[in-house]
């Protein structure tokens, strides 16, 4: 069955980084993008950036501009969020999905992983 696995997550001071991995297993991985959401409590989850099949186009929310960057490594079924400059807003847990498009609605993406908390302290 498909496999969203999530890692990296961890506690941070603001300013600080950190990067997140999504392993991808029981689906034919190039074939689909790949995004990043989070979601705090008493918040609905949220669109954070996304990534097409080849990686020849990316999305970001106007929040994270400029300080997360996300990136495929087809070969190992991998997709990475390099977040830098954290604050403490950006503390979530973060879920990766897989999609056949790029869309900033949670509906839209097929499969889930389990999430990996980030909790960034002031």
């Known amino acids: 069955q498909v496999q969203l696995v999530e890692s990296g997550g961890g506690l941070v001071q603001a300013g600080g980084s950190l990067r997140l991995s999504c392993a991808a297993s029981?689906?034919?991985?190039?074939?689909?993008?790949i995004g990043w959401f989070r979601q705090a409590p008493g918040k609905e989850r949220e669109f954070v950036a996304a990534?097409?099949?080849?990686?020849?186009?990316?999305s970001n929310a106007d929040s994270v501009k400029g300080r997360f960057t996300i990136s495929r490594d087809n070969a190992e079924n991998t997709v990475y969020l390099q977040m830098n400059s954290l604050k403490p807003e950006d503390s979530a847990v973060y879920y990766c999905a897989a999609g056949l498009r790029i869309r900033d609605y949670p509906g839209s993406w097929d499969y889930w992983g389990q999430g990996t908390q980030v909790t960034v302290s002031s």
């Open positions: 990534i097409s099949w080849n990686g020849g186009s990316i």
């Open positions: 029981g689906l034919t991985f190039r074939r689909y993008a």
